[in-house]
């Protein structure tokens, strides 16, 4: 089964609007998980690190306010995409490193497709 | 320059043809992965590699640390292999990843 659970997987709003997608880890718990964003027919850009009961790490480019993280739990990271705008539209995923047992492995969210109108 | 290079960009391959995609990282790393997403967007991992070599099913993947070069073949390929193809290196003492830009591939019946 799913290691990892993103959702929702696909979301259509209006520009001006917040969105909210979750990232659960569903089999172990997890002190960091990665956001990243991807453009068709482009490679996975990391956009974050979530790092639970702390702030995030940011890539360069990508903006805090814009992009908000909170890692709340160690099983559940949110971004929050706020006042989206059209060229906010792309494909989010999620990625959870187990560092315990085998460390290192990675497990990725389903995706979460948004489409600002 | 990125971190991590992945050749070819494109590849399309008639239906059990032998096929491999090559990735070449600049960083030290503690592993490597390859990691198959398919149209819908899913990503999963497909091997977890530091050394040597290894083997699941059709799909074998290689290593070689010295020349910070990594190998994933498929054998006997299928249409269903059809997918991008992504490697990424995890930076050693620390929790970067850095990904490659990905290989497209098409298999065609």
């Known amino acids: 089964g799913a290691v990892v659970s993103q959702h929702p997987s696909w979301v259509i709003c209006k520009s001006g609007t917040s969105v909210k997608i979750e990232c659960r880890s569903l089999d172990f718990q997890a002190t960091t998980m990665f956001w990243y964003r991807q453009f068709p027919k482009q490679s996975l850009m990391l956009m974050a690190t979530s790092n639970e009961g702390s702030k995030a790490t940011y890539e360069q480019g990508v903006e805090k306010d814009k992009f908000l993280i909170n890692h709340a739990s160690l099983t559940l990271s949110t971004l929050t995409v706020t006042s989206a705008h059209p060229e906010d539209s792309s494909f989010y995923i999620c990625s959870v490193p187990r560092w315990a047992g085998v460390p290192g492995e990675l497990f990725f969210g389903e995706g979460s497709r948004l489409t600002v109108l | ?109």
Not at chain 2, 50 to 60: F, V
Not at chain 2, 96 to 101: A, E, L, R, S
């Open chain 2, 1 to 109: 320059k990125n971190e991590v290079e992945q050749s070819p960009q494109n590849l399309t391959a008639q239906e059990g043809e032998f096929i491999t995609i090559n990735c070449s990282y600049s960083v030290g790393i503690s592993a490597l992965h390859w990691l198959q997403q398919h149209p819908g967007g899913g990503i999963v991992s497909l091997f977890m590699l530091s050394s040597g070599k290894k083997k699941h099913g059709r799909l074998i993947a290689t290593i070689n640390i010295q020349e910070k070069h990594s190998s994933l073949h498929i054998t006997a390929s299928h249409p269903r292999d059809s997918a991008v193809y992504i490697c990424a290196a995890h930076r050693e003492n620390g929790n970067q990843f850095y990904f490659g830009t990905g290989t497209s591939l098409t298999v065609i019946p």
